[in-house]
């Protein structure tokens, strides 16, 4: 199983519609991010969580919400889809513990499009 | 904000050539630069990390010239799996944060 898994993998939505995309981690990790990914670009951060009570923008926080539920869940919502939301975006964790090591643990991807 | 450029190539080599990749930054301080590897369709994940001036692990080179302001990764013997887009990534730190920004990817494809 996969260490750090998001759900859905795929999701197909009209304009308008609210839609949650769901990272759930078993890395014991405590920071939590969202990224999206368009084509040819890189990967732009959209929120990122430090611990169960810190939240921070990003880069294009715009347009979207998360929620830090518990250490091991960190969920990403659009509150009305627009296809320029249409991406493929990732969750990540990462553990300074160690100090900060420049890695991110990413889980497989969540493909949306927005009609 | 932290800038990186690449090249996006794509870069199409045969197998057993040695290709090299740059990455250009500004703005930044850091000490250390990361290589992250992503196949098609899939997750990144970590291939390389740059401290001081440079790293080495088995056919890959990575070197940090400060002075330029730009890190590169060698590849040599390529291999048809070294196929992918290499993402080259700076950190940096601010308002208590550490926060990683990425490049666009450079992408190769290792020909038979």
């Known amino acids: 199983d996969a260490d750090v898994t998001q759900t859905p993998r795929n999701r197909i939505t009209k304009t308008g519609k609210r839609i949650m995309l769901e990272c759930s981690q078993t890395?014991?990790?405590?920071?939590m991010y969202w990224y999206r990914q368009d084509p040819g670009l890189g990967l732009q951060l959209i929120y990122y969580?430090?611990?169960?009570?810190?939240?921070n923008k990003g880069e294009i926080s715009d347009g979207y919400s998360v929620s830090r539920q518990a250490q091991a869940k960190f969920s990403l919502s659009l509150e009305s889809a627009i296809p320029n939301q249409t991406a493929l975006y990732f969750c990540?964790?990462?553990?300074?513990?160690?100090?900060?090591?420049?890695?991110?643990?990413f889980g497989e991807g969540s493909r949306l499009t927005v009609l | 904000r932290k800038e990186v450029e690449q090249d996006p190539g794509p870069f199409n080599v045969p197998e057993g050539a040695t290709v090299a990749f740059n990455c250009t930054y500004s703005?930044?301080?850091?000490?250390?630069f990361f290589w992250y590897r992503q196949d098609c369709r899939k997750e990144p994940k970590l291939l390389m990390s740059?401290?001081?001036s440079g790293n080495e692990d088995g056919r890959f080179t990575a070197q940090l010239n400060r002075a330029s302001q730009y890190i590169s990764l060698l590849i040599r013997d390529s291999k048809l799996s070294d196929s992918a887009t290499y993402l080259c990534?700076?950190?940096?730190?601010?308002?208590?944060?550490?926060?990683?920004?990425f490049g666009k990817g450079t992408k190769l494809s290792v020909i038979p």
């Open positions: 890395k014991g990790h405590d920071r």
């Open positions: 990534v700076l950190p940096y730190s601010g308002a208590g944060s550490y926060q990683l920004t």
């Open positions: 990540a964790t990462s553990d300074p513990r160690g100090g900060d090591t420049g890695e991110l643990f």
């Open positions: 969580s430090f611990d169960v009570k810190d939240i």
């Open positions: 740059v401290y001081s």
């Open positions: 703005n930044s301080a850091s000490q250390s």
